[in-house]
Antibody, heavy 120, light 107 residues
Framework: EVQLVESGGGLVQPGGSLRLSCVASGFTFSDHYMDWVRQAPGKGLEWVGR??????????EYAASVKGRFTISRDDSMNSLYLQMNSLKTEDTAVYYC???????????WGQGTLVTVSS | DIQLTQSPSFLSASVGDRVTITCRAS??????LAWYQQKPGKAPKLLIN???TLQSGVPSRFSGSGSGTEFTLTISSLQPEDFATYYC?????????FGGGTKVEIK
């Protein structure tokens, strides 16, 4: 079964850090681009960023709202995707989803999401 | 950045109705648009890829059309399980923006 499972969410104070993980199974993880998408409570979807595959040198793209604070990485040997979140703000409170993609194509597989709450 | 504007933001409809949701891009994006369905507490589900390609396993009552700046998602005969929020997403230019969403509720 093709599956993505996120973990690592929780409560963190403003200015703090958190690292999310997304473990893939059932497909060749290394072939795919992988994205993070978030959804604040009661709000719409917001694309956070992307890591390309090895063939495209694992290059990354970020939304302006997180650039310089968040870092996306991956470990193809572990079929894992990561989101390192630093200098967290209250407006980063959201459910964070990982999603599978290929260039110029949609996210066809999504994880179940992990909730990050930034609050004092 | 390219903006996506969905309309309407809210739609009230009955079972069996034909429903159309529009997504307009602030500049031409060829066919690089996707449509997702999201139910409360669940991850989004891909319905339509690159404007008109029905994702495997999605019922044929869903269809997508358009290119350039105007796109539509049509549900030919609304079913009880279709009451959800629908989003469009840009696929060819960063940031990969989502539209604001259209909530489809029971009339």
């Amino acid at each position: 079964e093709v599956q993505l499972v996120e973990s690592g969410g929780g409560l963190v104070q403003p200015g703090g850090s958190l690292r999310l993980s997304c473990v893939a199974s059932g497909f060749t993880f290394s072939d795919h681009y992988m994205d993070w998408v978030r959804q604040a409570p009661g709000k719409g979807l917001e694309w956070v960023g992307r890591t390309r595959n090895k063939a495209n040198r694992y290059t990354t793209e970020y939304a302006a709202s997180v650039k310089g604070r968040f870092t996306i990485s991956r470990d193809d040997s572990m079929n894992s995707l990561y989101l390192q979140m630093n200098s967290l703000k209250t407006e980063d409170t959201a459910v964070y989803y990982c999603g599978r993609s290929i260039p110029y194509s949609a996210h066809d597989v999504w994880g179940q999401g992990t909730l990050v709450t930034v609050s004092s | 950045d390219i903006q996506l504007t969905q309309s309407p933001s809210f739609l009230s409809a009955s079972v069996g109705d034909r429903v159309t949701i529009t997504c307009r891009a602030s500049q031409g994006i060829s066919s690089y648009l996707a449509w997702y369905q999201q139910k409360p507490g669940k991850a989004p589900k891909l319905l339509i890829n690159v404007a008109s390609t029905l994702q495997s396993g999605v019922p044929s009552r869903f269809s997508g059309s358009g290119s350039g700046t105007e796109f539509t998602l049509t549900i030919s005969s609304l079913q009880p399980e279709d009451f959800a929020t629908y989003y469009c997403q840009l696929l060819n230019s960063y940031p990969l923006t989502f539209g604001g969403g259209t909530k489809v509720e029971i009339k």
